[in-house]
């Protein structure tokens, strides 16, 4: 069974920058797509970023194109979402989600229909 698990999150100021980890155990990731996601109160959740595992063309939100990367460690079964020129309202819990996805090729920020997902992280923006 596949487990994510976040980590990275922390405050930090305006222009900041964080690194976000999202470590799979249980199953390998190279037949799945990850998606990044955030939620911040009183806000609808958002899509990030998503990319295939195997690092088919990462696609964003236009909120964080420019901003935010998406990259993976296949040694690790981590992947990473690198979080630059932080902005107040960057502020959420983002969370990591696979789609097991063998023959898929592209994938779109804010698809929902996750096979598993982490607990988050929390990423506080402020001076």
């Known amino acids: 069974q596949l487990r994510l698990v976040e980590s990275g999150g922390d405050l930090v100021q305006p222009g900041g920058s964080l690194r976000l980890s999202c470590t799979a155990s249980?199953?390998?990731?190279?037949?799945?797509?990850i998606y990044w996601f955030r939620q911040a109160p009183g806000k609808e959740r958002e899509g990030v970023s998503c990319?295939?595992?195997?690092?088919?063309?990462?696609n964003y939100a236009d909120s964080v194109k420019g901003r935010f990367a998406i990259s993976r460690d296949g040694a690790k079964n981590t992947m990473y979402l690198q979080l630059s020129s932080l902005k107040p309202e960057d502020t959420a819990v983002y969370y990591c989600?696979?789609?097991?996805?063998?023959?898929?090729?592209?994938?779109?920020?804010?698809?929902?229909?996750?096979?598993?997902r982490g607990q988050g992280t929390q990423v506080t923006v402020s001076s």
């Open positions: 249980g199953v390998s990731l190279d037949d799945y797509i």
């Open positions: 989600a696979a789609v097991w996805s063998p023959y898929a090729d592209s994938c779109t920020p804010n698809y929902r229909h996750y096979d598993s």
């Open positions: 990319m295939h595992y195997r690092g088919y063309k990462a």
